[in-house]
């Protein structure tokens, strides 16, 4: 019994720790290789060792970049989290609504945003609130969309009860459709928060201050490629950290999502 | 308890209109135990629905303890086919549901709420989510929670038709004994002609397409009934032989040529 409990966790651990690492490593190990291989020249790809190097030599600074992109990855995020659900809310509480606004939202997400930084520019100035209003603009529309998909989705089954119990409106929405449209909304916020963080840079790289978008711009113009991929690095492991912390979340709110999905 | 007069529903479908039920007169007395047979299409869950007033009949009317049913009542409880759970609720919770939407004092039925779980052999699961129940067991949590109500009337619709043959005959001598404890006027749509010879004081036999009442057959058999061995299987054997007569030879109605019927 307890040997089977042991192996039982061990191919846990295996399967959520072991696995993902391993591809990591692998993978860089692929990219190293393939650097020395091909003999490419440190300007065009640099090599891990090149990379780790250049964020040694500033561990302090790229941190602190890193946080800055963060902290307006964080507030546009959370904006577009509130707004993307009150909109859905809405939307999906009125068909004439939904109806009127639903075109306009989709011509809207189908702007392409980086034509809208110059003008954020233009309107908000510097510092940052244009990077966390590219924030808020790329990455509301999936949440809306999903959210929205949640709550229209309540099974008839469930939809009659309410009406059998001569549930209010407000009711069924509180205590039936809300809940059920959780792991919908979570899909949403699952897919915006790349977008969240793709916001954020290119409102940097377009209006660079601070940031790691910032960074990037700058090792251009200094021809320092190990620097903008250090920079890349960093943004990446943000996005998978952030990426995991939302699916924490999703495990802790809505345990019984899996188990209905399967 | 329940007087249907009359009753007829029309669906308009894509291919025009459809007459699901047509002239139906029908009376339940108080306590009694109605089974609802006939082929599926019949309209037997449109008729149930009528009396829950999910659904307005398009003729005749419909009216519980001298009330027309105009939507659905507080004394009436519905069970459907699926549990209809919510997923995300503990068993007891769910079958507290209806108590929060009428607005009840929850302390007042928490201490019923129990019971019915103790009745239903739930005691050890009220914690737990629906998902790690059986599909038996989900459909007693779903009884508990139509006789939280403390309905007057129970209107099920073939509640164990999801289930596997063993389930289903514990599930439905558990119920006779529920309603020889209770009282309660159930009204038990099924297709199932052994269920309906177990459970119902009298059957109502629908023919299909228009569902019309084609006959309401008495069952004098004693209570508490049993399937398997008994004392009167002769009188069981003779009441499922007419049952079966009634469902497979359609009857050759006065206004309907046979040639149009379906």
Redesign the interface.
């Known amino acids: 019994m307890t040997d089977i409990q042991n192996g039982s966790r061990l191919s846990l651990v295996w399967t959520n720790a072991v696995l993902p690492v391993l591809g990591g490593v692998v993978a860089i190990g692929l990219w190293w290789l393939l650097t020395i291989a091909l003999h490419i020249d440190p300007f065009y790809v640099p090599s891990p060792p090149d990379v780790v190097e250049s964020f040694l030599r500033t561990p302090t600074y790229l941190l602190s970049e890193t946080w800055i992109t963060l902290q307006r990855v964080l507030i546009g995020f959370g904006i577009a989290a509130v707004c993307g659900l009150l909109i859905a809310v809405v939307l999906a509480a009125s068909r004439t609504v939904e109806r009127m606004a639903m075109p306009l939202l989709a011509a809207v997400n189908a702007v392409p945003k980086v034509a809208l930084a110059p003008l954020l520019l233009v309107w908000m100035g510097f510092g940052n609130s244009p990077k966390i209003v590219m924030v808020v603009l790329v990455s509301f529309f999936p949440i809306v969309v999903s959210t929205m998909a949640g709550l229209t989705s309540t099974p008839a089954d469930l939809r009659e009860l309410a009406r059998s119990l001569s549930a209010s409106w407000w009711q069924t929405f509180v205590k039936v459709r809300l809940s059920w449209a959780l792991p919908q909304v979570f899909v949403g916020l699952k897919v915006a928060t790349p977008l969240a963080i793709i916001g954020a840079v290119i409102g940097e790289v377009v209006n660079p201050d601070h940031g790691l978008g910032s960074v990037i711009v700058g090792s251009g113009a200094s021809s320092d490629t190990p620097l903008a991929f250090a920079a890349l690095v960093l943004l990446a492991v943000t996005g998978v950290v952030l990426f995991y912390f939302v699916a924490v979340i999703e495990r802790v709110l809505v345990p019984w999502a899996r188990a209905i999905a399967s | 308890m329940i007087t249907v007069s009359a009753a007829s529903r029309t669906f308009k479908g894509k291919s025009g209109r459809v007459e699901a039920l047509k002239d139906i007169n029908l009376t339940v007395g108080d306590g009694e135990f109605m089974a609802v047979i006939g082929r599926s299409g019949c309209g037997k869950s449109t008729l149930l629905r009528m009396i829950?007033g999910?659904i307005k009949p398009t003729g005749g009317e419909v009216s519980i303890a001298g009330a027309r049913v105009l939507?659905?009542?507080?004394d009436v409880?519905?069970v459907?086919?699926?549990p209809?759970l919510?997923?995300?609720r503990s068993v007891q919770d769910n079958v507290l549901?209806?108590v929060?939407?009428?607005r009840w004092r929850r302390s007042q039925h928490y201490e019923r709420a129990q019971q019915l779980l103790e009745m239903t052999g739930l005691a050890g699961f009220r914690k737990r989510?629906?998902?790690?129940l059986s599909g038996g067991m989900q459909q007693r949590v779903s009884l508990c929670r139509a006789l939280i109500q403390n309905p007057k009337v129970m209107l099920m619709d073939e509640p164990f038709s999801a289930l596997d043959a063993l389930t289903r005959e514990e599930l439905a001598v558990e119920l006779q004994r529920i309603h020889m404890e209770l009282g309660t006027t159930i009204v038990f749509v099924t297709h199932s002609i052994q269920e309906a010879v177990l459970l119902a004081d009298r059957v109502a036999v629908l023919s299909a397409r228009p569902g019309r009442l084609r006959q309401i057959v008495k069952i004098d058999i004693p209570r508490p009934r049993s399937f398997g061995h008994n004392a009167h299987l002769e009188q069981v054997a003779d009441a499922s032989a007419e049952l079966h007569q009634l469902l497979l030879t359609e009857e050759h109605l006065p206004n309907t040529p046979p040639a149009t019927r379906v």
């Open positions: 829950a999910l939507a659905p009542r507080r409880a519905m459907f086919q699926r209809a919510l997923p995300w549901l209806p929060e939407i009428f989510l629906p998902h790690e």
